[in-house]
């Protein structure tokens, strides 16, 4: 049973940096994994994702701000995130699927029809 578990949301101003990890017990596969965030009132949206050949994809607004990695010893998909904005404020969340990346269009992939498994979330907010 694949469980996601992410940590390392908070509260910080803007400017500011946060790393969030998400841990994957039970997840074995060399699955495209990623992240989304969905803010108070809006649309969930791809944030970033990463192929099992560290392959890595970002949304245009995150772009040059944040970075996706996998730590393949501990399982574990992290998102470093500098030069917060009060508009990344949101609920951030972790998934994997059972096919890699290139499996499917950058499309599918951000609007998130892929994805096998979640995770429930850690809140980020940004303070301007």
């Known amino acids: 049973q694949v469980q996601l ?3 390392g949301g908070g509260s910080v101003q803007a400017g ?10 039970g997840y074995t596969r060399n699955g495209c994994m990623g992240w ?23 949304a245009d607004s995150v772009k040059g701000r944040f970075t996706i990695s996998k730590d393949n010893a ?3 998909l992290n998102l470093q995130m500098n030069s917060l904005k009060p508009e990344d ?9 059972r ?4 499996f499917y269009t950058r499309t599918r992939i951000f609007v998130g029809d892929v994805w096998n498994w979640w995770g429930k979330g850690t809140l980020v907010t ?3």
Request: positive net charge.
């Open 5 to 7: 578990e992410e940590s």
């Open 89 to 97: 404020t949101a609920m951030y969340y972790c998934a994997a699927a």
């Open 36 to 58: 989304f965030r969905q803010a108070p009132g809006k649309q969930r949206e791809g944030v970033a994702h990463i192929s099992s050949d560290g392959t890595t994809t970002y």
């Open 74 to 76: 501990k399982n574990t």
């Open 16 to 25: 500011g940096s946060l790393r969030l990890s998400c841990a994957a017990s």
């Open 126 to 128: 940004i303070s301007s």
């Open 99 to 102: 096919r890699d990346c290139n």
